[in-house]
């Protein structure tokens, strides 16, 4: 009989072997995982595979996932990333292994990460234990190739699994792998089933003095010629109380992934995507990016202009906070604490200005991170309800379970003594919000469902919503620098700590701008210093972006 050990260690030989690492090639594994042209990728994505399985054996056979995306680059780009045990990102502890491995220029290079890494992780090779990863792709042409590739990565761990769960947006598998830890209901149907319900039971408790006529207006929104606008489509009948018109669907023939439309495109480029025109003058529009987990609205404002008025992660998550703090109110009655929760708004520097200022007026705590959803997450994990949100329509809410449990107790006392209540009608509203939103990662599908429930609440019009706040004119740059790490920051990146004194001159060209504001960082991924700047008028923007631009040039250029 075959020794265990010298069977794990052949099998990770001839993968190894099967995808070499061309000369040349280097990957790294960054917030959006591993990404490059898709042709390139399989290296990275069987080694990513080795990754998954190694981890969910680390995890005493939890299921692990991979998704074969690269979100709202071109189409001819591909990814993959690794979504970790609880639903969230994979730990940024492993994330240096990640990178050597799918670096190592030789099979036996690889091998030998592998054994010292187990070692170093207590982790058993080739013995009786079990691992399971569930796998989805978007519509990439280079899906189908990758995702198998992914499989004989996978694979190469003795005793691991891959269970393909098929084309998905990548928020679906984030939390199919949050749902299947956890016990719960995992299929792609249920997680369909429960966000249409928890939808519906919303709409259920609207108020019967709002918007019963407001919302039935269209929704038309832009699905990025990705696999968003397919699953939109698939639940739209589920959907009867809204009118939802599904543009850049994904159907063959439309048009092609992310080109010209997506909510990255929507937001960076402030214009209306392919596919919308004249005639949609007014209508309130929606944008998911090309793997569904990034969401903004807009409006096309003229018909001979194709700008739009934009409504971002900013103000997305204002509108959350909003409901979610009435509903508070009403269940604790102002006063009467039933319900004590810590809840928490998390930012980054890029936030922009108006909208920090707008929810610290409401008495939120507000707290900042450094740029990067992995870290938002990590922040709002510490409240009872902590909610996050980046400019560019990725964010989420997420409940602790301790506050979900007596939130169901508070409101099964509601049934039984004061059912029908208002504070009971709250408590529930509370309670379909924990099963609407994906706790897992920032999802366009329900995140356009939680905002179209709660604008239906407040008998609000998109116009309504946009007036909450007016967001400060903003200017970005980039300065060429020669070493990028020159520059170290604190205070979640909005100050700089080295080198000594350039804070103090960016502080000067701050100060001789009304409502300004000013940071820099470093770029993660190339030779360039990043310059953010707001300013009462657009003018004084770009003016505070090109002084600080040129303060940095003269000190690092």
């Known amino acids: 009989m075959a020794d265990p050990e010298?069977?794990?260690?052949?099998?990770?030989?001839?993968?190894?072997?099967?995808?070499?690492?061309?000369?040349?090639?280097?990957?790294?594994?960054?917030?959006?995982?591993?990404?490059?042209?898709?042709?390139?990728?399989?290296?990275?994505?069987?080694?990513?595979?080795?990754?998954?399985?190694?981890?969910?054996?680390?995890?005493?056979?939890?299921?692990?996932?991979?998704?074969?995306?690269?979100?709202?680059?071109?189409?001819?780009?591909?990814?993959?990333?690794?979504?970790?045990?609880?639903?969230?990102?994979?730990?940024?502890?492993?994330?240096?292994?990640?990178?050597?491995?799918?670096?190592?220029?030789?099979?036996?290079?690889?091998?030998?990460?592998?054994?010292?890494?187990?070692?170093?992780?207590?982790?058993?090779?080739?013995?009786?234990?079990?691992?399971?990863?569930?796998?989805?792709?978007?519509?990439?042409?280079?899906?189908?190739?990758?995702?198998?590739?992914?499989?004989?990565?996978?694979?190469?761990?003795?005793?691991?699994?891959?269970?393909?769960?098929?084309?998905?947006?990548?928020?679906?598998?984030?939390?199919?792998?949050?749902n299947k830890n956890r016990g719960l209901k995992s299929s792609q149907l249920d997680y369909f089933t429960q966000i249409t319900e928890s939808f519906r039971h919303l709409l259920e408790l609207t108020p019967d003095d709002k918007g019963s006529d407001k919302l039935i207006e269209k929704l038309i929104v832009d699905?990025?010629?990705?696999?968003?606008?397919?699953?939109?489509?698939?639940?739209?009948?589920?959907?009867?109380?809204?009118?939802?018109?599904?543009?850049?669907?994904?159907?063959?023939?439309?048009?092609?992934?992310?080109?010209?439309?997506?909510?990255?495109?929507?937001q960076k480029e402030k214009v209306h995507p392919a596919g919308f025109g004249p005639n949609d003058v007014g209508v309130r529009c929606a944008s998911f990016d090309g793997d569904a987990d990034r969401l903004v609205y807009f409006r096309i404002a003229s018909p001979s202009s194709t700008m739009i008025d934009l409504v971002d992660g900013d103000k997305i998550l204002s509108l959350f906070v909003l409901f979610i703090r009435e509903q508070l109110d009403i269940v604790n009655e102002k006063d009467n604490k039933v319900l004590p929760t810590r809840f928490g708004v998390v930012q980054t520097a890029y936030a922009n200005g108006a909208s920090t200022e707008f929810l610290k007026n409401l008495g939120l705590e507000v707290v900042f991170t450094s740029t990067g959803v992995k870290y938002l997450h990590e922040k709002a994990l510490e409240y009872d309800i902590g909610i996050y949100f980046e400019a560019n329509g990725h964010g989420t809410v997420l409940f602790s379970d301790e506050f979900v449990s007596r939130l169901e107790s508070l409101t099964s006392k509601f049934s039984s003594k004061a059912a029908g209540s208002t504070r009971h009608e709250a408590a529930l509203r509370l309670l379909a919000t924990t099963q609407l939103i994906n706790q897992a990662v920032g999802d366009a599908l329900s995140g356009m469902?939680?905002?179209?429930?709660?604008?239906?609440?407040?008998?609000?019009?998109?116009?309504?919503?946009?007036?909450?706040?007016?967001?400060?004119?903003?200017?970005?740059?980039?300065?060429?620098?020669?070493?990028?790490?020159?520059?170290?920051?604190?205070?979640?990146?909005r100050k700089v700590f080295q080198p000594s004194g350039l804070q103090e001159l960016i502080d000067r060209e701050v100060g001789n701008y009304s409502q300004g504001r000013c940071f820099v960082r470093p770029s993660g991924t190339e030779d360039v210093v990043r310059v953010y700047a707001e300013a009462s008028t657009a003018e004084a923007a770009n003016s505070l972006a090109k002084s600080v631009a040129q303060v940095v040039e003269r000190i690092l250029g």
């Open 223 to 266: 699905g990025a010629n990705g696999i968003g606008g397919l699953k939109l489509e698939e639940i739209k009948p589920k959907l009867a109380s809204l009118d939802i018109v599904v543009r850049n669907s994904g159907k063959e023939g439309e048009g092609i992934l992310n080109e010209r439309c997506g909510a990255d495109f929507v």
């Open 6 to 178: 010298d069977e794990q260690r052949a099998a990770l030989l001839v993968v190894a072997s099967l995808f070499p690492v061309p000369d040349g090639a280097h990957f790294s594994y960054g917030t959006a995982g591993f990404r490059a042209e898709g042709s390139t990728m399989a290296p990275a994505v069987c080694r990513a595979g080795i990754v998954a399985a190694l981890r969910s054996v680390k995890l005493g056979g939890a299921a692990v996932g991979m998704v074969i995306t690269a979100s709202h680059n071109p189409v001819y780009d591909n990814g993959v990333k690794i979504v970790d045990a609880d639903g969230g990102m994979m730990s940024r502890a492993w994330e240096p292994f990640s990178d050597a491995l799918a670096n190592a220029p030789t099979p036996d290079a690889l091998l030998q990460l592998v054994l010292q890494f187990a070692k170093d992780e207590g982790i058993t090779l080739g013995e009786g234990h079990s691992a399971q990863v569930l796998l989805a792709r978007d519509t990439r042409p280079t899906g189908e190739y990758l995702l198998d590739v992914a499989t004989k990565g996978i694979n190469a761990i003795v005793g691991s699994v891959a269970l393909d769960m098929g084309i998905l947006t990548t928020p679906q598998l984030h939390w199919m792998v949050r």
């Open 449 to 493: 469902l939680l905002v179209e429930a709660i604008l239906q609440h407040k008998g609000w019009s998109l116009q309504n919503w946009s007036d909450l706040y007016t967001d400060l004119p903003s200017k970005q740059l980039k300065v060429k620098v020669k070493d990028r790490t020159c520059i170290v920051t604190t205070d979640a990146e």
